[in-house]
């Protein structure tokens, strides 16, 4: 397999919270770029609570871009407005701008179900249906009436996400016998077979090893050759490794300490974010001094 670059400087140690002082990945100019989403004072509430603010960033193609910062901060909640998996939660509710090449992905005219397709999503937890290996990765494809040879859909998607080698001799069986790393691959193979443009990965590796974890960042780095990713991920040093640009949100309190959301204090290349950050918070919490 190609050997993918990743950023090296702080590979080691998944626990540390030391500054990097390696190399990495040489950064690009923004406006060398080509911007996949557009998101303009994005807010989410559920219910009336306020979930995240006024959220204003560009999201580039071909890029990983990791979303990171404490828990609650409203990471997995941005993340799904831009497929519209919030639209499934009923007390959910989306403000702001969201475009994709320039298409306002919330308006009228737009199907959720089309979003979804060219938007797909990975999910913290692998969850592969209880059905065989080859079935699993058909689905989609059959559910969307796709034309082509269905063998030949399902064995691209698997040699994409890493894994035909390992099933090929074995793609009647249920993916429930799959390892943990494999069936996550498998829901990347799932993802990849209706032929999105994005991925979004909602903490792919947290339920994995460490093995199965750097299988999937290898993969990541293959994958954005073609396709723009995004990824929310409480692991830092995961950001640091695979990551273009990193966005840092950050709950904010009322003073009353009765209300809370989050924001995005920083949003820039990751070797800035990571090295030389603007926001002193922003230092903060890389250097684990807020968690
Ligand atoms: N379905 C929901 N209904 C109501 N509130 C929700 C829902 N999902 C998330 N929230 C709330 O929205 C806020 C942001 O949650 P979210 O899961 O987006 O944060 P996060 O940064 O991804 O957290 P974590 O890192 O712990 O997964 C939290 O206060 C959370 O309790």
Same mark, same amino acid.
């Given at each position: 397999?190609?050997?993918?670059k990743r950023n090296t400087a702080i590979d080691?140690?998944?626990?540390?919270?030391?500054?990097p002082?390696g190399e990495f990945a040489?950064?690009?100019?923004?406006?060398?770029?080509?911007?996949?989403?557009?998101?303009?004072?994005?807010?989410?509430?559920?219910? =009336?609570?306020? $979930?995240?603010?006024?959220?204003?960033?560009?999201?580039? %193609?071909?890029? /990983?871009?990791?979303? !990171?910062?404490?828990?609650?901060?409203?990471?997995?909640?941005?993340?799904?407005?831009?497929?519209?998996?919030?639209?499934?939660?009923?007390?959910?509710?989306?403000?702001?701008?969201?475009?994709?090449?320039?298409?306002?992905?919330?308006?009228?005219?737009?199907?959720?179900?089309?979003?979804?397709?060219?938007?797909?999503?990975?999910?913290?937890?692998?969850?592969?249906?209880?059905?065989?290996?080859?079935?699993?990765?058909?689905?989609?494809?059959?559910?969307?009436?796709?034309?082509?040879?269905?063998?030949?859909?399902?064995?691209?998607?698997?040699?994409?996400?890493?894994?035909?080698?390992?099933?090929?001799?074995?793609? =009647?069986?249920? $993916?429930?016998?799959?390892?943990?790393?494999?069936?996550? %691959?498998?829901? /990347?193979?799932?993802? !990849?077979?209706?032929?999105?443009?994005?991925?979004?990965?909602?903490?792919?590796?947290?339920?994995?090893?460490?093995?199965?974890?750097?299988?999937?960042?290898?993969?990541?780095?293959?994958?954005?050759?073609?396709?723009?990713?995004?990824?929310?991920?409480?692991?830092?040093?995961?950001?640091?490794r695979?990551?273009?640009?990193?966005?840092?949100?950050?709950?904010?309190?009322?003073?009353?300490?009765?209300?809370?959301?989050?924001?995005?204090?920083?949003?820039?290349?990751?070797?800035?974010?990571?090295?030389?950050?603007?926001?002193?918070?922003?230092?903060?919490?890389?250097?684990?001094?807020?968690?």
């Amino acid at each position: 397999m190609r050997q993918a670059k990743r950023n090296t400087a702080i590979d080691a140690d998944d626990h540390g919270l030391s500054l990097p002082t390696g190399e990495f990945a040489q950064p690009e100019y923004h406006e060398q770029r080509e911007r996949a989403f557009e998101l303009r004072n994005v807010s989410v509430h559920y219910g =009336d609570t306020p $979930a995240v603010k006024d959220v204003t960033m560009d999201i580039f %193609r071909n890029n /990983i871009t990791a979303l !990171i910062g404490p828990s609650g901060c409203g990471k997995s909640t941005l993340l799904r407005c831009m497929n519209r998996m919030n639209d499934l939660i009923p007390s959910a509710t989306v403000e702001g701008t969201l475009r994709y090449h320039g298409e306002d992905i919330y308006g009228p005219k737009v199907d959720p179900v089309q979003v979804r397709k060219i938007i797909g999503m990975v999910f913290q937890k692998p969850n592969p249906f209880p059905k065989s290996i080859y079935d699993n990765v058909a689905f989609g494809p059959r559910t969307l009436g796709m034309k082509g040879n269905e063998r030949e859909i399902v064995k691209d998607a698997l040699v994409r996400a890493g894994l035909w080698d390992e099933v090929k001799d074995r793609l =009647d069986d249920n $993916a429930y016998g799959m390892s943990g790393g494999q069936q996550q %691959r498998l829901c /990347i193979a799932r993802c !990849i077979a209706v032929e999105p443009d994005v991925i979004l990965m909602d903490e792919p590796c947290s339920a994995l090893d460490p093995i199965s974890t750097a299988r999937i960042e290898d993969l990541m780095l293959e994958l954005k050759e073609r396709y723009s990713i995004v990824i929310v991920t409480h692991n830092m040093q995961q950001a640091a490794r695979v990551s273009d640009m990193t966005g840092f949100l950050m709950v904010q309190l009322t003073e009353d300490e009765k209300s809370r959301w989050g924001e995005l204090v920083e949003y820039d290349e990751t070797a800035k974010i990571f090295t030389n950050p603007a926001d002193a918070r922003t230092e903060d919490y890389i250097a684990g001094k807020v968690g």
